[in-house]
């Protein structure tokens, strides 16, 4: 059975950083991406970021890039997302997703949540003003 199991959320000042767990259990990450998404009160799911399991190539969303970095530790089966110079508008619950890559029709975009098959019970990332 495929579970994912976040961790590390909490609560942090303003310019602190986190680190955020991703636990996969029941697969292995080969032909797999593993997305992060958050949700903030009122507000629609966004993708964060995304690592694709065969040649490790990575996305991140706008308004974190060059804040946090995703990394993947493979023989863990453990993904994990830094955040650093964290903001109060980034004050969500911080999901893990996963998806079976040759699943996707081609041009689906790494941020469509919809296509994700898998996903945790999430983590909640409180960052203080």
């Known amino acids: 059975e495929v579970q994912l199991m976040e961790s590390g959320g909490g609560l942090v000042q303003a310019g602190g950083s986190l680190r955020l767990s991703c636990a996969a259990s029941g697969f292995t990450f080969d032909n797999y991406a593993i997305g992060w998404f958050r949700q903030a009160p009122g507000k629609e799911r966004e993708g964060v970021s995304c690592?694709?399991?065969?040649?490790?190539?990575?996305d991140y969303a706008d308004s974190v890039k060059d804040r946090f970095t995703i990394h993947s530790h493979n023989a863990r089966n453990t993904v994990y997302l830094q955040m650093n110079r964290l903001k109060p508008e980034d004050t969500a619950v911080y999901f893990c997703a996963a998806v079976y890559l040759p699943s996707l029709p081609y041009g689906t975009p790494w941020y469509e949540s919809d296509a994700y098959y898998y996903w945790g019970q999430g983590t909640q990332v409180t960052v203080s003003s």
């Open positions: 690592i694709r399991g065969g040649d490790g190539s990575t």
